[in-house]
């Protein structure tokens, strides 16, 4: 069993930083997250090209280390160009509003237990609050605002569909994924992320809440705008969806960066909440690998497993359409979402309170199988498909019985001879 360590982190350990150590700590996030866009855009392609039989980047720097590079400095030094009818000011504002809010958001990730930072007992994260994971949806929230005035600003039909999709997806996936939060608040009885990761010292919550992290995990691809949810940048109906106006430039790589750091903080939020943040793994209970520098390594190989799952859903699902991406998030993950949470509660406040285990798994048989009736009996998506279905198979029964007999048309007629009224003239054999 694996107990809270005196070198866990918590609340009362932040804000008593020097200024300087603060400086320090943010720097170190700042190139920890923009060498993560540099790599993590050449693991991408790397990745991607091997799961097709590809190579992938291969020709800048060894194994293709420097194509992002390359590119980086191939947009920054490209001509920046603005369309004649832009606003200009919100035109470039956007880029800024969608990058500013991920690198916030990154800051209450922690990395760490408490390390000697040049002599000074310091917590592996730059800052930690009493609603730390609130502040990450708000920070998501914000971002949106960045896709809606990229594409409001572009003047152009095609932009400002796209932007209209983000704010309605971003808004429908919000909501769930707050919901998907609440049961891990129940269990840690806090919403800091640095005692969240310490509540986990005996077993992560993806084990005690599966259904929390499944829902999270379908809601972290329609927050990040990743496939199969990328509906934003749709390009067989929108061209480019919200950054259609923005040429291959400065203000393009700004945006690349956005949609990366949000997928990097999706992914530090998940290895936080439910996989136990920068604790080892649950058999290893030695005390050396949860103290001092070696937590980083297992936060690190979290962060870098949880990207690739990432990437491997993009490279086997297709996107799906606008409205199976709405009926998702509003008639399935908001009503599963609200059940669960109410199942979390009830079950561990007889199990906590009460002592009764037995009476804890019954109320929560009984509202799994309340709560699926009640899906079944209001379930209106397949309704529709068994009406929409049975119409199809009656439209081809009533096709199939109003085919024609043998003799009327299209088979053309058995008396030859007689046909349109011409009648053949039997040819004697042996005659040219």
Known sequence: MIHVLAADPTLA????????????????????????????????RKLISRMQNRYGPNRAGKFGLLQSVADGLKMGLKEDLFPRTVDKVLYLMAPVIMVVPAFLAFSIVPFGPMVNLFGHETPLQLVDLPVAVLFVLAMGAV???????????????????????????????????GLSFVAVFIFAGTLS?????????????????????????????????????????????????????????????????????????A???????????????????????????????????????????????????????????????????????????LLVAAVRNVVINEGN????????????????????????????????????VEAEFEELSNEPEAGGFPVPPLDLPHYHGVQHKEIPSGTN
């Open 13 to 44: 350990n932040f804000g008593k930083d020097p200024l300087w150590i603060t400086i320090i700590k943010a720097v170190m996030l700042f190139v920890f997250l923009m060498l993560g866009v540099l790599f993590g855009v050449w693991f991408e």
């Open 143 to 177: 971002s949106v605002y960045g896709v809606v005035l990229a594409g409001w600003s572009s003047r152009s039909p095609y932009a400002l569909l796209g932007g209209l999709r983000s704010a309605a997806q971003v808004v429908s996936y919000e909501i769930a994924m």
């Open 193 to 265: 992320t640095s005692e969240i990761v310490g509540a986990q010292a005996e077993t992560w919550f993806v084990v005690l809440l599966a259904p929390s992290f499944v829902i999270y995990a379908i809601c972290m691809f329609g927050e990040a705008a990743r496939i199969p949810f990328d509906l934003p940048e749709g390009e067989g109906e929108l061209v480019g969806g919200f950054q259609t106006e923005y040429s291959s430039s400065l203000k393009f790589a700004l945006i690349m960066m956005g949609e990366y750091l949000h997928t990097f903080t």
């Open 267 to 341: 992914s530090g939020i998940a290895v936080t909440l439910f996989f136990g943040g920068w604790r080892a793994p649950l058999p290893m209970s030695w005390e050396w690998a949860h103290t001092g520098w070696v937590p980083v390594l297992w936060f690190f190989i979290k962060f870098v497993l949880t990207f690739c799952f990432i990437i491997w859903v993009r490279a086997s699902l297709p996107r799906v359409r606008y409205d199976q991406l709405m009926s998702l998030g509003w008639k399935v993950l908001i009503p599963v979402n609200l059940g669960w949470i």
């Open 357 to 392: 285990r037995m009476l804890g798994v019954a109320l929560g048989v009984v509202i799994v199988v309340g709560a699926l009736a009640v899906w079944m009996r209001f379930d209106t998506v397949n309704q529709r498909r068994k009406e929409a279905r049975k119409a199809q």
